[in-house]
């Protein structure tokens, strides 16, 4: 059965860093690219970072770029999302995904088939 499971959120405050891993099971994720998304309440959910299958190319939200690095380790069937000087603002429900179409600008969900859960990441004092 395919499955992507986040992990890796929490409590950080303002300036903090986390590392997201986003794990798959039942497939080779190496054959798709990967894409972080998140969705705060009462908000759309928003593109905020993607792979490419041979991690050549990514893509990053003009909100997180110079603070966020995607990753990945095919080998170890995860990727990862590495989040750095967080702010408030990053308060949300982050999501891992995949598809067949590539990484491409912008960061869009209607492009990826298959989602994790999420985890929570939630950014105060």
């Known amino acids: 059965q395919l499955q992507l499971v986040e992990s890796g959120g929490g409590l950080v405050q303002p300036g903090g860093s986390l590392r997201l891993s986003c794990s798959a099971s039942?497939?080779?994720?190496?054959?798709?690219?990967i894409g972080w998304f998140r969705q705060a309440p009462g908000k759309e959910r928003e593109g905020v970072s993607c792979?490419?299958?041979?991690?050549?190319?990514?893509n990053y939200a003009d909100s997180v770029k110079g603070r966020f690095t995607i990753s990945r380790a095919n080998a170890k069937n995860t990727a990862y999302l590495q989040m750095n000087s967080l702010k408030p603002e990053d308060t949300a429900e982050y999501y891992c995904?995949?598809?067949?179409?590539?990484?491409?600008?912008?960061?869009?969900?209607?492009?990826?088939?298959?989602w994790g859960q999420g985890t929570q990441v939630t950014v105060s004092s």
């Open positions: 995904a995949v598809t067949h179409a590539g990484c491409s600008a912008p960061v869009s969900p209607v492009w990826y088939d298959y």
């Open positions: 039942g497939f080779t994720l190496g054959y798709y690219a």
């Open positions: 792979i490419a299958s041979s991690g050549g190319s990514t």
